[in-house]
Nanobody, 122 residues
Framework: QVQVVESGGGLVQPGGSLRLSCAVSGSIHSIYAMEWHRQAPGKQRELVASIDSDNKIIYAESVKGRFTISRANARNTVYLQMNRLEPEDSAVYFC????????????????WGQGTQVTVSS
């Protein structure tokens, strides 16, 4: 059974840093991309950063130069290093394993974690 688990959220002051982690476990044939999304109260969920199987990286304009997505050596683990955090970055951050193909079904689908809260406030 595939599981996606995020960790690393919390409360931080403006200008501070946090590192989020996302670990995908289970019997996995392949994953097309690992993505971080966020959703603030009253707003739509938005893509923050993604890294695909060719290590192509995409960032939302609002986080370019402040956030960095990276993989661990275990390729089913990704991180989101968030620096110079702003109150507008406050949201629940979700990890998505995009087009993950489990070995038992061989059917690709997106697998989402439960989310981790990030609050930027003084």
């Amino acid at each position: 059974q595939v599981q996606v688990v995020e960790s690393g959220g919390g409360l931080v002051q403006p200008g501070g840093s946090l590192r989020l982690s996302c670990a995908v476990s289970g019997s996995i044939h392949s994953i097309y991309a690992m993505e971080w999304h966020r959703q603030a109260p009253g707003k739509q969920r938005e893509l923050v950063a993604s890294i695909d199987s060719d290590n192509k990286i995409i960032y939302a304009e609002s986080v370019k130069g402040r956030f960095t997505i990276s993989r661990a050596n275990a390729r089913n683990t990704v991180y989101l290093q968030m620096n110079r955090l702003e109150p507008e970055d406050s949201a629940v951050y979700f990890c998505n394993a995009a087009h993950l193909v489990p070995t038992d079904t061989m059917l690709g689908s997106d697998y989402w974690g439960q989310g981790t809260q990030v609050t930027v406030s003084s």
